[in-house]
């Protein structure tokens, strides 16, 4: 099906599997069609959600990981790099740094560390709650319906665990200590749990071709997700996947991307840090086609460079201040307009 972006908008119910791969190979080729796929999704980013952009505040608080994960740079059979836990007074302390700055939101992102057991980490959500007020956010990965309950019942508001791809082979192929199964059964609870849910997919994974691309597309919307989270695939050397090609045409893990935004209007879509080890200014390019949040580093400087998902992640010798100083000017440079409020999904 060809989609005549100049006049037509795309009518979402038409974006099958096999029309999205079309899209996306259209894009990856001729640039007036990825140029309309990008301004449509724009458009419609900016009548649902205005100029105003959420800052969430990433704190990356653990490198422990027991998972080993084929493609991820922590995967805890890399034993090239110096693993790291926060404590719990470095973590409040973080997240204070984030409310003075302005972040309506912390994301406590870490390996799957059984350190931080559900009470553990309930015991610094209350802390982070009570002396700061703002929306947490956790990135911790599979946990049981119990745990997330608690968690839940702690104060946290959301949570992000991607599906990394929608192909059950490919994902069970990638992940020797989970099931395809399992992850989204995970989301399942969080839904029923009633958190704000967040999910999506490495784009361009190996051996995942623009079928899949389309087909990880049409599952994110099936999901009816109130955050989507996606980012470019990229090898890591200390990984099995070392080595692995980036895709073809760049074009296509933007328009994905633009995608993403015109089939989900109302999602919250964050420009994520790995699209700036892609492209220098990938992430104002993600916030050009769709995305209405930036996720600043707010990671004290010393433990940043430890936590490399991939190669190429930016700003490793910064600290939050500067992160965060930087968000705004590319953000208002961008004729974007800094929020310090939570940003809740409707
Ligand atoms: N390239 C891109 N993204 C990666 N992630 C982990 N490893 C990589 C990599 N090599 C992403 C996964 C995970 C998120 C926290 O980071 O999608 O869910």
């Given at each position: 099906m060809m989609l005549n972006h100049s006049t037509d908008p795309i009518d979402p119910a038409k974006l099958t599997p096999c029309a999205l791969t079309e899209v996306l190979?259209?894009?990856?080729?001729d640039p007036a069609a990825f140029g309309a796929l990008c301004a449509e999704a724009d458009?419609?980013?900016?009548?649902?959600?205005?100029?105003?952009?959420?800052?969430?505040?990433?704190?990356?608080?653990?490198?422990?990981?027991?998972?080993?994960?084929?493609?991820?740079?922590?995967?805890?059979?890399?034993?090239?790099i110096t693993r790291y836990r926060m404590s719990a007074d470095e973590i409040l302390e973080t997240a204070l740094t984030a409310k003075r700055l302005g972040c309506g939101?912390?994301?406590?992102?870490?390996?799957?560390?059984?350190f931080f057991t559900a009470p553990v980490l309930s015991a610094i959500i209350?802390?982070?709650?009570?002396?700061?007020?703002?929306?947490?956010?956790?990135s911790v990965g599979v946990r049981t319906r119990g745990e997330l309950a608690e968690l839940k019942a702690a104060g946290c508001d959301r949570y992000l665990l991607r599906f990394e791809t929608s192909s059950e082979t490919l994902f069970n192929a990638i992940h020797p200590?989970?099931?395809?199964?399992?992850r989204i059964a995970c989301?399942?609870?969080?839904?029923?749990?009633?958190?704000?849910?967040?999910?999506?997919?490495?784009?361009?994974?190996?051996?995942?071709?623009?079928?899949?691309?389309?087909?990880?597309?049409?599952?994110?919307?099936?999901?009816n997700l109130q955050m989507i989270g996606c980012g470019p695939f990229l090898a890591h050397p200390g990984t099995p996947l070392a080595g692995k090609p980036?895709?073809?045409?760049?074009?296509?893990?933007?328009?994905?991307?633009?995608?993403?935004?015109?089939?989900?209007?109302?999602?919250?879509?964050?420009?994520?840090?790995a699209f700036d080890a892609l492209d220098p200014d990938g992430r104002d390019r993600v916030?050009?086609?769709?995305?209405?949040?930036?996720?600043?580093?707010?990671?004290?400087?010393?433990?940043?460079?430890?936590?490399?998902?991939?190669?190429?992640?930016?700003?490793?010798?910064?600290?939050?201040?500067?992160?965060f100083r930087r968000t705004c000017e590319r953000l208002t440079a961008l004729g974007r307009t800094v929020s310090t409020e939570a940003g809740h999904a409707f």
């Open positions: 190979s259209q894009a990856a080729t458009q419609i980013r900016a009548r649902v959600f205005g100029d105003t952009v959420h800052i969430r505040g990433i704190i990356e608080f653990s490198n422990h990981c027991r998972n080993d994960c084929l493609y991820c740079g922590i995967r805890c059979s890399n034993s090239a939101t912390v994301v406590l992102q870490s390996g799957e560390d059984p209350c802390r982070i709650k009570n002396e700061t007020g703002l929306a947490v956010t956790l200590d989970c099931a395809f199964a399992e989301l399942q609870d969080l839904r029923e749990l009633g958190y704000q849910v967040g999910s999506g997919f490495m784009i361009g994974l190996p051996d995942a071709p623009l079928e899949q691309i389309a087909r990880d597309i049409a599952f994110t919307t099936q999901l980036t895709l073809e045409h760049r074009s296509v893990y933007y328009a994905a991307m633009a995608l993403l935004r015109i089939l989900n209007p109302h999602a919250h879509i964050p420009s994520t840090t916030m050009q086609c769709g995305a209405n949040i930036f996720m600043p580093n707010i990671t004290p400087a010393k433990y940043r460079r430890l936590y490399q998902l991939y190669p190429g992640k930016p700003s490793v010798d910064e600290g939050g201040d500067a992160s």
